[in-house]
């Protein structure tokens, strides 16, 4: 049987109106965090900073969950995204007078993290909608690349940051962005059908059905092992996303090491992460061609896991180009890992259950960010960072052991399938 093309209509328009709103959230991101370190000069509120992002990142997905298994999630899409140019256009009249309050974009970040956390949601719940039957590896191979494609700008962003001497015109870049995004998604054609296959309301208060919908939700992931293992793995593995938030510090902190490059050592930071984003459109672009065999998809998955670790944790001893070797391997690892992972588990749970799968997975995921955003973010003002990152990385390759091995037979049963 012919397998049908991945290409179509809506899975086009929502891959284009991705790649814009990528692009700019990329380059605003990494300007903010500029912004606050500049500022401040403390690598501990540049933590905080961060957490106040994560923290509705862990809370609002499983809150959005139960909703969204019962509303359009093409509106919610839409709609957070003219609410996001909205925020970014705000943000840009803001800051282009030289504007500056940290308790202000702290608040701010918290708004953002609300929109992101609904948005994460809703977007992951409708996105496997939108791919052909037989076509989930390609499929989430482009969404890969597309993320890849939009750390590119990182670059730019920072080369626009210190030659017009703040960050608002990025600000405006962003605002921008998510008004086109926002414009191509309200075109999709999908008709969704989860909403009718949503549990019928039941009496009692609006609340205490909330509470049934995520209590069937959370019973659902907890009776599925595989599911519950892959989640509880990468609540560990995203404590060492908490230490790699160390590597622009250290490149700041430490700047007489790369004193021989011709650049800033925030340039020269921003240009070896590029190295991660070749590495990762080189691997989605081999995911995209070749598939890979169903037998083989777990023991491939944890090869990564664990050579991820082993190369986050020994990246900061490394000489600049072996960093940016380092940087490559981790990006071409990188995509393949999520890619499986995604097209395993957004295949793998049902359409009307699966926004209050995403949430849950999401809430347990952000919840080793925000611990290990304020951990490390503690330790790094008495701790040398290389010390932290090698420690962290350390203990992630436990958790590997003792989720993914020990929990093997569990974690086939989603990931050697043929999607």
Known sequence: MKRQTLWTYDFTVITIGS????????????????????????????????VSFQLPMMICPVLA????????????IYTLDFLSAGIYFLLFLLLR?????????????????????????AFDSFYPNLITEGNFQKGYSVYGMLVDLSGLASP???????????????????????????????????????????????????????????????DYVRGEKG????????????????????????????????????????????V???????????????QYRLRIP???????????????????????????PLMAAWFFMDGALGVTSYTIRSAAMQSYVPDNKRARFNGIFQM???????????????????LPERLIVTATNALVLAAVYLFIWRGREHVKKVYNRDV
């Not at 790649?19 to 370190?37: D, E, K, Q, R, T």
């Not at 004193?259 to 800033?264: E, F, I, L």
């Not at 347990?364 to 008495?382: D, K, Q, R, T, W």
């Open 19 to 50: 790649l814009i709103s990528l692009v700019g959230n990329a380059m605003s991101n990494f300007a903010l965090s500029l912004v606050v370190l500049d500022c401040t000069g403390s690598t501990f509120l540049y933590m905080l900073f961060n």
């Open 65 to 76: 969950g139960p909703y969204l298994d019962r509303m359009s999630r093409k509106k919610v």
């Open 97 to 121: 007078g030289g504007w500056f309050s940290y308790p202000a974009l702290f608040a701010l970040s918290i708004v953002t993290g609300v929109i992101d956390g609904v948005y994460i949601v």
């Open 156 to 218: 730019a962003a920072a080369v626009i940051y210190y030659q017009m001497g703040g960050a608002a015109s990025l600000f405006a870049i962003n605002a921008v962005s998510f008004l086109i995004a926002a414009c191509f998604e309200v075109t999709i054609r999908f008709r969704e059908t989860h909403m009718s296959e949503a549990p019928r309301e039941t009496a009692g208060s609006a609340f205490t059905q909330f509470c049934r919908e995520l209590r069937e939700g959370v």
């Open 227 to 270: 599911l519950l293992l892959i989640a509880m793995y990468f609540m560990a593995s995203n404590l060492a996303g908490g230490a790699e938030q160390l590597q622009l510090p250290y490149f700041l902190n430490h700047a007489a090491r790369f004193a021989a490059w011709p650049v800033a050592a925030a340039t020269l930071y921003s």
């Open 272 to 286: 070896l992460c590029n190295f991660t984003t070749v590495g990762r459109l080189v691997g989605g672009a081999v």
């Open 294 to 320: 169903t037998e083989k998809k777990f023991a491939v998955a944890f090869f990564v896991y664990v050579m991820i670790n082993v190369l986050s944790g020994t990246l900061l001893f490394l000489p600049v």
């Open 364 to 382: 347990i995921s952000f919840l080793g960010s925000v611990v290990g955003s304020l951990i490390i973010g503690a330790l790094a003002e008495v």
